[in-house]
């Protein structure tokens, strides 16, 4: 390849990579835009700038109570999932037990298995048992959905934990328990917040099982979906641009914190 | 380590011997019993509705147990482009998923290497379409492709659209739709690949005199197969299932209803269990069937 072709095969996907993200960001910065639109009842046309949606966001009906329908939802599926996969992560990794391929199976079948149709499955069995949708019954479905994403993620972490550590503990006279709580947790705390956020954020923007299992109960997602056939008040991208810029805050001091912690490892001896 | 790779990657220690213990019964029993509470009851709850036969006194939404096996072939018979056409769109839309995110991936993976900090930064640029409801950036779409946009009485200045032709409602649309909701499933597996790429592997196919084109495709491409694989099982699968681009409120219109469409209005609105029952069903032993030979093809069977 000639020096010029060089030249330009280097800064091609300079080019190529700085317009993909800006197209990955455009309806995100649609979004937030309209969130600042003087509009009536349809958010579709520009009106002009107001801060109105963002300081009277409770006004319009329903989207705050749908947006604290999907944190309580949120929350619950969370603490239910990450409590049940990470006990199954840590079993997958340290443990024999019978049936171990049917296990990592129904692990995995969750995740290769299309929304709708966990949705559908789980409507059918509240339909078929005459339990009434709820709040419940998209908890319940959410947390299904979640346990399989904190497996992979927190079994990764498990994986990568050096049993030497633990041997030491045991070594020192701790009790089992207290090799847990001192040094397994410890460690593990890492991916098991990882899963979390997996979890939250997953049960946050769910909507196709959500609609399936949750009759009367309104969730964000929901909200949105209903009110699209009639146009969506600028309120409800108020709600998504708030939780957009909270998570990219978010994101953005974890991998500083975790760039700075590299940074001291690579500086000690 | 298909879907590990889209969770992270593990550092290699000296694994832990596994022992047999009873604590492990305790540690998986309250999960797998959940699991088989909620997500393999209603497999067994779905093929028990699909089967079902209207109530004698013919009431909306009421069905009683049968084992109507015809009801296959009734949902078969009516909805078989609908089956076609959410396959069609999910390939199409994995394949340009794939072509537009491999050079990101592999700017990110590769390129900004020695950059940790823009890396980092571009990393979360890709994820940020995770953070804001997806339901709001496809109508953000709709808002940019529909008929008033700027971008469409652009086109058409140019004349470049037929004379009372739309953007929205159409097959590209939904296709459009589907691309970029799950480009990130596309980006993330592949990044996490190209990242651990050795360079000197590269390196010697340049010194083997392997032009450019023949390393990339027999040494970068390889390499990164992995997540490829589970890139494409990542975004085929929910873009095979997913109802909210071909919506009529969204990207779509009654023309580009998919097989997702047809069930939730079967179960949601029409009330008939059955027929929802069957095309779930359907949907997903044909997802299976798919994803195990795709799998087996691509030589990953070890996906958890």
Known sequence: MTQLGRFLGKYAIWIYSVLAFTFLLIPIVYTIIFSFNDSRRSNIVWRGFTLDNWTKVCESQGVCEAFGNSIFVGLTATLLSTVLGTMIAIALVRYRFPFRNATTLLLFLPMATPEVVLGAGLAAEFLTAGVPKSALTVILAHTMFCISFVVVTVRARVASLDPALEEAGRDLYASPSQVFARITFPLLLPGIIAAALLAFALSFDDFIITNFNSGAFVTFPKYVYTAAARGIPAEANVIASAVFFIALIFVIVSQLTAAAKRKRLAASP | MAFGAF??????????????????????????????????????????????????????????????????????????????????????????????????????????????????????????????????????????????????????????????????????????????????????????????????????????????????????????????????????????????????????????????????????????????????????????????????????????
């Open chain 2, 7 to 304: 969770a992270g990657t593990a550092t290699t220690v000296e694994p832990a011997v596994r022992r047999r213990s009873p604590i492990a019964l305790f540690l998986l029993l309250p999960g797998i019993l959940y699991l088989g509470l909620f997500f393999i009851a209603p497999l067994f709850s779905l093929v028990l509705t699909s089967v079902q036969a209207p109530s004698e006194f013919g009431d909306i939404g009421v069905y009683e147990t049968a084992f109507r096996w015809e009801n296959y072939t009734t949902v078969l018979g009516t909805y078989w482009p609908h089956i076609v056409r959410s396959f069609g769109y999910a390939a199409v839309a994995t394949l340009v998923a794939l072509l537009f995110s491999f050079p990101i991936a592999y700017f990110i993976g590769v390129t900004l290497r020695r950059f940790p900090l823009v890396q980092a930064l571009a990393l979360t640029l890709v994820i940020a379409p995770f953070f804001i409801s997806f339901l709001l950036r496809t109508l953000a779409w709709k808002q940019l492709l529909s008929d008033e946009s700027d971008f469409v009485s652009f086109l058409n200045t140019l004349q470049l659209l037929p004379e009372g032709a739309h953007v929205t409602g159409t097959a590209f649309s939904v296709i459009f739709g589907l691309t970029y909701n799950f480009i990130p499933f596309m980006t993330l597996p592949i990044y996490t690949s190209l990242e651990k790429l050795d360079l000197r592997y590269v390196e010697a196919g340049g010194d083997l005199y392997a032009s450019p084109a023949s390393t990339f495709f027999r040494v970068t491409v390889p390499l990164a197969a992995p997540g490829i694989v589970s890139g494409m099982l990542l975004t085929f699968i929910p873009a095979a299932g997913d109802y909210i681009n071909a919506s009529r409120d969204f990207l779509g219109s009654t023309e580009t209803a998919m097989i997702g469409n047809v069930i939730e209005a079967n179960f949601l609105v029409l009330q008939n269990y059955p027929a929802a029952a069957a095309l779930s069903l359907i949907l997903m032993a044909a997802i299976l069937i798919l994803v195990s030979i795709y799998v087996k093809r691509s030589g990953t069977d070890d996906l958890i």
